[in-house]
């Protein structure tokens, strides 16, 4: 799942997060690969994220879903160590643990646009950079929208 330096920043561009002040994403998790969802034709989204052998890093470090949706998670640790995942989920987050050489799965979902993050808190694997984020793409429906001037999407 790796993207040459090209291919990331065009998908950072397309999906507005390669702007300062328009979408600081980008430009916080700007060493990670960016990733897209895979949609099936039912609209399920899925996607692998893996943990590098001797890399405090997932990869991608940013997921993009075209929409909100459940979202089939499968969690690789490929590293010697253990570490674990806290996976955002509407009214219920998902932990993992995953140890050395080690998979899970996990069914998010995320039904609203926005930034969702996930990480490793187990030891200093925040701190380190085991951070991500899922990217929901999409508009608010009009009956969730705050009564404010309009706000740019991603």
Known sequence: MTTSAKERADLLSEIGLDEQNRAAIGRV???GNVARAT??????MSATIRIQPDEIAWDPAILVMPHGGDLELELINDDLNTHCALLPSNGDRKFIWLVNHSKGKATLNLDGPGYYWYSSPTGNDEGRGLTGAIVVLGDV????????PDQPRP
């Open 39 to 44: 949609e099936s034709a039912d609209g399920r």
């Open 29 to 31: 998790l700007g060493t």
């Open 141 to 148: 429906p009009p009956e969730a929208r705050l009564d404010r």
